[in-house]
Nanobody, 126 residues
């Protein structure tokens, strides 16, 4: 089993920045992609972005491209999400997740991911 714990959420004004961390423990596999998802009140959980095992490739949904970045430190089993130029519509509970070993390419669907953190709240005020 793998345990994922997010941290770093909070309240920020529109246009501000926030950094989230995801610490993994248990049986980890650095070859798996790590992704970030978010869920706003009354909406379904949606893909935000992900990073491959080597940290050489990241990809994002269109609404956050150019504003969010992802990095990982495999030695520390930690993934980071840096959010810049935040908008009120970025508000939600942010979850990190580890992809299934059988998810190839650029996994971005909920069913591509096997392990999930409990989430951390991000609130962007206007």
């Amino acid at each position: 089993q793998v345990q994922l714990v997010e941290s770093g959420g909070g309240l920020v004004q529109a246009g501000g920045s926030l950094s989230l961390s995801c610490a993994a423990s248990g049986r980890t596999d650095s070859s798996a992609a790590m992704g970030w998802f978010r869920q706003a009140p009354g909406k379904e959980r949606e893909f935000v972005g992900a990073i491959n095992w080597s940290g050489t490739r990241t990809y994002f949904q269109d609404s956050v491209k150019g504003r969010f970045t992802i990095s990982r430190d495999n030695a520390k089993n930690t993934v980071y999400l840096r959010m810049n130029s935040l908008k009120p519509e970025d508000t939600g509970v942010y979850h990190c997740a580890r992809a299934r070993s059988t998810s190839w390419g650029t996994p971005a669907a909920i069913y591509d991911y096997e392990y999930w953190g409990q989430g951390t709240q991000v609130t962007v005020s206007s």
